[in-house]
C-alpha cells in the first residue's frame, strides 16, 4: 500500500464519519441561537485541511472560512453535516440510521469517490448535498519532499495550514471530534533540516578572492560538500566597498587612526566560514588595528617605547600640603649683616686709583721728581742733596 | 722710593667711617659741593679750609717721614713720592715737581675743579706743615696742568708782577733767576 492509497483510505474512513454524522437527526430549536450570534447569510461551510507525507501520522488541520447555514429553516438533516473539523453543538443523540439513510450514504459516497481528484500533490474532496444544502469541500494538499514552495513563500491557502476557527457561541464541538483534535503543525519549520531549501547566494556572503565557504551544510548544502565560491570581481567589489565602508565609518568615529591597505587584505587566501560577519582575513587586519584598546596599546610593541610621561598620574598636593608662601624676612641690618657676614671685622678697602688702578700689590713706585731744563734757564749752581736743600734753594729766590 | 698703600684708606662699613692715611676721620665730599662751598664763602676763608686741607696731608708725611727734619733730610723724590700719595690718597691729582734752575715748580695733573688758588692754599698748608717752615706759592699756568711756583713771598710777588705784565711764567722764572744769578 502506498502512501497515497492510505491517505485515500483515510479519507474514506472520514467521510464516512461525516456521513453518519449528517444523518444525525438534529433540533432546529438547538441552531436558532447561532444565527443570532452570527449573523451570517446562508451559504456554504468549508473546510480545508492539509497533510504532510509522514509514515508516522497524518496531522490534519482544519480552517473554517465561512460559517453559514445555520439557522431554523435549516432543519434536521441539513446540518447533519458534522465531521471531524465540523462543528456540531451538542453531541446528537445516538440513533441506528434509517434504511434510506444508509441508501443515501452509499450512494453519496459513491458520488464522492467518483469525484476524488488524485494527484501528485492534492487531494480535494468535494462534498456537495442538495438536499441539505452543505457543501463540504476537503482540499489535502500533499507535500512532496522536495517541494519548490519555501515556507517563506507558502502563503497559499492550501499551505496555511494555521487555522482559526471563529468563536461561535452555542455551538460546541462534539465530543469525537474534540478527541480527535488535531495536534497542532508548525506551519513554518524552522530553517533547519535536509528538506529546507535554502537558496544561496553568493551577494549575500562577502567573500574573498579564492575562499573556500566551510560549513555549507549550515545553509542548505549537503554535508561534507565543499563549495568554492566563483571569483567574481562583482562579488570583489562589493565586498570591498562594504570594508572601506565600515573602515571609514569606524574611522570617522575614532578619527584617523590607521590606514588600512585594502588591497592588501584581499590578497588573503584563508578560509571563511560561513556566518553573518565579515570573513575574517577581511576584518583582522582593520580589527588589529583599528580596534585596539588602551590595554592592547599597553602591551603593544609600542608600549615599550618609553613614556614622556610617568607611569602614574602626578598627584597634586592638595591645597593642605602645599608649602606656606614664601614671606621673605624682614630688611633688618642685623640679618643682612648676619648673612653678608656684616658683623664680622669690615674688609678694609685699600684703594689703588689713580696710580696704578689695575691691581697693585707691590708697593708704589712714584717716578722721581722730573727737573725740566731750558736753554734760556739757568743751570743750577748747586745740586741740592736733599729735599730740605731743595727747598732752601727755590726760597731763596 | 716705594711706599705701602694697605692703610692708605680704610673704610669702615659697620661704622660708616672712613680714614685716611691712618687719621681721624674723614668726610668724602663731592667736588662741585666743595666747589660751591669754597666759591660761595669769602676767599679768606676759603684759603683757610685749604690750608687746613694741606696741613692735615703734611702733618701725615711729617709723621710718616720722621717729623720735619726727617723730611728735610730725606731725598727729594721720597718727599715728592710722599705728597704725591697724599694727594692721591685725597682725590687732588697726580703730583709732581720741576726744577727750574733753582726754583721748585710742583706740577699737579688731573686735579679737580676746584680752582688754582685752592690747590695753591693746599701746597702751601703741606709744606708748612711737613717742614714748619713759611713757604709762598703762585699759580703759574693752570692748562693742561697746573704748575706752582714754590719760592719765597718777596720772589713769588715778583713773578705775579711778571705773569702781570704778560710775560710768560717760563720767562718770569728766567728772569726771577736771572737777577738771582746776575
Known sequence: MTAKDDRIGRLEALLERIRQR????????????????????????????SAEDTETHVPVAYQLEELTAFGAPLAEPSLSSGHESSWTGDPPP??????NEQEEHDSFQASMLDEYEVSDDVVEINVDTDDDSVRTSVHAPMFEPASPASPASSASPDSTASFEVPRVEGLLLDEASRHEAPPPVEAFPPVEGPSYDATVHADDVPTVSGARLAGASDVGISDGEEMLVAESELVQDEAREERQEQQEEEEEDRGDYVTVDVDEV??????????????????????????????????SPLAD????????????????????????????????????????????????????????????????????????????QVEPESFGSWLDATLSL | ??????????????????????????????????????????????????????QAMGERLARELGGVEGVRKAALDAVINAIA???????????????????????????????????????EGTLEAATQTRVSCTLLAADPVQRILV?????????????????????ALSRLQAKVGA
Open chain 2, 151 to 171: 719760592a719765597s713771598h718777596s720772589a713769588i710777588e715778583r713773578v705775579r708782577g711778571f705773569i702781570g705784565e704778560g710775560v710768560p711764567w717760563a720767562d
Open chain 1, 266 to 299: 584581499e590578497e588573503s587566501d584563508e578560509p571563511l566560514a560561513a556566518s553573518d560577519e565579515p570573513p575574517a582575513s577581511s576584518r583582522r587586519p582593520i580589527a588589529v588595528l583599528e580596534m585596539m584598546s588602551p590595554e592592547d596599546e599597553l602591551s
Open chain 1, 94 to 99: 445516538s440513533a441506528e440510521p434509517s434504511d
Open chain 2, 85 to 123: 700719595l697724599e694727594f692721591s690718597v685725597a682725590g687732588l691729582g697726580a703730583f709732581g715737581i720741576e726744577r727750574w734752575g733753582r726754583a721748585m715748580v710742583l706740577v699737579v695733573e688731573h686735579a679737580p675743579r676746584l680752582g688754582g688758588a685752592f690747590l695753591v692754599k693746599v701746597l
Open chain 1, 22 to 49: 449528517s444523518a444525525e437527526p438534529r433540533a432546529a430549536a438547538e441552531l436558532a441561537p447561532m444565527e443570532d450570534v452570527n449573523g451570517v447569510a446562508a451559504g456554504e461551510v468549508a473546510a480545508h485541511w
Open chain 2, 1 to 54: 722710593m716705594s711706599f705701602d698703600l694697605s692703610p692708605a684708606v680704610s673704610f669702615d662699613l659697620a661704622r660708616g667711617s672712613v680714614s685716611a692715611m691712618g687719621s681721624e676721620r674723614t668726610v668724602l665730599v663731592p667736588v662741585d659741593a666743595l666747589f660751591d662751598l669754597i666759591s660761595a664763602v669769602d676767599s679768606e676763608v676759603a684759603e683757610s679750609v685749604a690750608k687746613g686741607i694741606g
Open chain 1, 305 to 380: 617605547l618609553p613614556s614622556p610621561l610617568p607611569d602614574a598620574p602626578v598627584e597634586r598636593p592638595s591645597s593642605e600640603e602645599e608649602p606656606p608662601p614664601f614671606t621673605p624676612p624682614p630688611a633688618s641690618g642685623r640679618q643682612i649683616a648676619a648673612e653678608y657676614t656684616f658683623d664680622a671685622a669690615p674688609p678694609t678697602l685699600h684703594p689703588v686709583a689713580p696710580l696704578e688702578p689695575q691691581g697693585i700689590e707691590e708697593p708704589l713706585e712714584l717716578d722721581a721728581p722730573r727737573q725740566i731744563w731750558k736753554a734760556t734757564s739757568p743751570p743750577p
